[in-house]
């Protein structure tokens, strides 16, 4: 299966500032994706990370809050931008490796706490 | 994606087999039976996946019924680090072209094995 790491692990930040997230994975995979999981809840699924292209934004969640970036197959970033305390969530890479097309992995999450 | 119906929490004596059920009586034909499990301050760990047969590999079996409108999770001797919230989805593979049927996670069940 595909390692997928993810940086920072956990971040504390102020309000009106923005975070950006990084993952990064061992080997060349098809697809990419963000989740977000809020205190207490389930996961839910922000956008798909497109190389080359725009991200794919599910009912929610737009581009000018979350900008992603995937510039090539094994690496992709999500901003969250202006947070608030509503931000403070974990915030999961997910990836879809080439040749194992029934399997999607998932990072260990970088933990944000907006205050 | 189908819809589907776990229960909230499960017990289980460590040693012995776990069961979880899921119910998805909405299903379609082309969707796939995934489990996942998410251990916490973890990402989401893949477990199985199915059709419509019954599956089996190093971490599980699953128990999917004939007329697919539900399924079981079964782990034949849980330790105590089973314990986790566990995901029954229903997703298709491929949602139109290129497109990745999407994973969606409704609220689990959380298992707890005792000793």
Redesign the interface.
């Known amino acids: ?1 595909a390692v ?1 790491s993810q940086k920072p692990s956990r971040d504390i930040c102020q309000r009106g500032t923005s975070l950006t997230i990084q993952c990064q994975v061992d080997s060349q995979v ?2 990419m994706f963000w989740y977000r999981q809020q205190p207490g809840q ?4 922000i956008a ?1 990370a497109n190389q080359g292209s725009e991200a794919t934004y599910e009912s929610g969640f737009v581009i000018d809050k979350f900008p992603i970036s995937r510039p090539n197959l094994t690496f992709s970033t999500l901003t969250v931008s202006n947070m608030s305390p509503e931000d403070s969530s974990i915030y ?1 890479c ?1 990836v ?1 490796s080439r040749g194992q ?9 970088t933990r944000l706490t907006v205050t | 994606d189908a819809k589907t119906t776990q229960p909230t929490s499960m017990d289980c004596a460590e040693g012995r087999a776990a069961n979880l059920p899921c119910n998805h009586s909405t299903i379609s034909g082309n969707e ?1 039976v995934y489990w996942y499990r998410q251990i916490h ?6 477990i199985i ?1 199915g059709l419509k047969n019954n599956e089996t590999n190093e971490m599980a079996s699953l128990i999917i019924t004939e007329d697919r409108k539900s399924s079981t999770l079964i782990l034949p001797h849980a330790t105590l680090r089973d314990t986790a919230v566990y ?1 029954c989805i229903v997703r298709v ?1 491929y949602a139109g072209g290129t497109s ?1 049927g ?7 069940t959380i298992l707890t094995v005792h000793p």
């Open positions: 299966s997928i098809t697809m389930s996961l839910t699924l798909t999961l997910s879809v097309t029934y399997e999607q992995y998932f990072g260990p999450g | 796939y301050s973890q990402g989401p760990q893949y996946h995901y593979l990745y999407k994973l969606t996670f409704g609220q689990g």
